[in-house]
């Protein structure tokens, strides 16, 4: 980390925010004394001068953070979905950040796709447009196939995008540094993790043969039920800086007006969304994490399609039925059911009391379940939220940072299809049967034929194991007791019984 530089950057930041005139947008959003801001803009007034100006053509916030870079608009990408949060104005100006940010030239995308492709553009595309969209990392254009006639779309990493992202980053680490050397208390949030967890994301994010390995994977395991379109990935069009996919027609996501003229049932919409997003990340333990709208079309036939697979999150099986069971005692009311998960989990300190976190929990709760959402105020809910972890001394699950990320953004443009809907009661029977199939007496016959078919294929490897096991265990001029390999064969014939007799009893 290079201290001066990032140091420079910091200040830069919030002089940017004061030259934009964005400043003053953020501290009106934010709920603070009329004192606090005046102090923060008398702060922030001599340093203006340092600030980038800009496009003027934007508002003042999209101006100020596509000023700063790809990181800054990442995260007003993830505002622009919670208009609960930061007002319905200032969500539908950060809307521009999804893909509708100044392009790069055509001229410069058809040379990187020449040179990372090894191509013609005019011997392998008999069609190559403009750009279409342009999202903070690369843009996209429409083009068609010269031998087949088939219209794909072309994504192209900016040029650049790499240092750029390195350079945010690099920034980011020393302001993590600062927080953990200057605030001690914020050491649970665990900031360096966190931006550690960001850089792996990206990274990925900016290879695009991993992006197209990722649409390919999300294609296998769709169901059926979910309702998703996932365009077809061509390879030999797809390298490291560029990757080519099959067109796909439908309605962007963010465009509501023109989704009811169609006739789709905006209500509906929404709560497939979330249903679709749950049972992606219950289900499968892989999900689209980067589901805002401007990565969401809706097919004639009522449809998702899903589009930019840069971000995609994993999660495991144990933490799986963590979050289901987490998510179900709140749907239930079930408050300390949800403490005792997270005790389990070792999610918070076992010096904690359970009675108390389970009170503070209901207190987090009671004013999400069963009410309109439209009557809940998230930005003061999540600040409840974080107030009740600071006590608890909960630390920051970076295995969940993407997962809760992403729940935030689908319920965000959830709502922007219906207000008034209810996620707990639309995640409602999604979540119930992920515990039938997973957490109940299914799970655990299916965990035991699991471990039946495991110990089948050692069985014939038992003798050498066992073997082994007793030749580590011997002293070095001790034979070990016959009683004790007459009990290590004892329990290789148990293990071999077990398992033949679960086989016959699951016909397996």
Do not use: C
């Not at 930061?86 to 950040?97: A, F, I, P, T």
């Amino acid at each position: 980390m290079r201290g001066a530089h990032n140091i420079f950057r910091l200040i830069r930041t919030g002089a940017t925010f004061e030259r934009t005139g964005a400043m003053r947008v953020v501290l009106g959003t934010l709920d603070l004394h009329p004192n606090l801001r005046i102090l923060a803009r008398a702060i922030g007034l001599p340093f203006s001068l340092f600030g980038l100006r800009g496009d003027r053509n934007l508002a003042p916030v999209p101006r100020a953070l596509t000023a700063l870079g790809p990181a800054y608009i990442k995260f007003g990408q993830l505002l622009s979905t919670r208009p609960d949060v930061v007002g319905n104005q200032l969500s539908s100006e950060l809307r521009v950040l999804l893909d509708k940010l100044p392009p790069f030239a055509t001229d410069e995308a058809r040379r990187m796709v020449e040179s990372e492709l090894g191509i013609k553009v005019d011997e392998e595309f008999s069609y190559f447009s403009d750009s279409i969209a342009a999202a903070s990392i690369a843009q996209v254009h429409r083009a068609t196939l010269h031998r087949s006639g088939q219209d794909v779309a072309v994504k192209v990493l900016r040029p650049n995008i790499e240092r750029a992202f390195r350079r945010d980053i690099d920034a980011f680490y020393f302001a993590a540094w600062l927080v953990r050397t200057f605030a001690p208390a914020s050491r649970r949030l665990r900031p360096r993790e966190v931006v550690e967890h960001f850089e792996g994301v990206v990274m990925r994010e900016l290879d695009l043969r991993m992006e197209a390995a990722a649409a390919d994977e999300l294609a296998a395991t769709a169901s059926v039920h979910d309702r998703v379109l996932v365009p077809t990935v061509r390879w030999e069009f797809s390298g490291k800086r560029v990757v080519t996919v099959d067109w796909a027609e439908g309605i962007n996501l963010g465009n509501v007006d023109e989704l009811s003229e169609a006739g789709h049932d905006l209500p509906d919409l929404a709560a497939r969304l979330i249903q679709m997003f749950l049972r992606q990340a219950l289900r499968d333990g892989y999900f689209h994490a980067d589901l805002h709208q401007g990565n969401l079309k809706v097919s004639a036939a009522g449809e998702f399609v899903m589009l930019d697979f840069g971000i995609m999150g994993r999660i495991n099986t144990f933490t799986r039925r963590v979050y289901a069971e987490i998510l179900m005692g709140f749907i239930e009311k079930d408050y300390h059911r949800v403490a005792e998960v997270h005790f389990e989990a070792g999610y918070v300190p076992a010096d904690q009391d359970i009675d108390d976190f389970a009170q503070a929990l209901r207190s987090v709760g009671e004013p999400m379940v069963g009410m309109d959402a439209s009557r809940i105020s998230m930005a003061r809910l999540l600040a409840h939220l974080f107030e009740v972890t600071e006590r608890f001394g909960m630390q920051t699950r970076t295995e969940l940072i993407l997962l809760q990320r992403t729940m935030v953004v689908v319920e965000g443009v959830a709502r922007s299809l219906d207000p008034h809907l209810n996620m707990w009661d639309v995640a409602r029977p999604v979540v119930e049967g992920y515990i039938r199939d997973q957490v109940g007496p299914r799970a655990v016959i299916r965990d035991l034929v699991r471990s039946a078919r495991t110990l089948s294929r050692l069985a014939p490897q038992l003798p050498e194991l066992l073997a082994a096991a007793s030749r580590r265990l011997e002293p070095a001029a001790v034979d070990p007791p016959p009683s004790f390999r007459l009990k290590l064969l004892v329990a290789g014939l148990s293990g071999s019984l077990l398992t033949l007799l679960i086989l016959i009893i699951y016909g397996v």
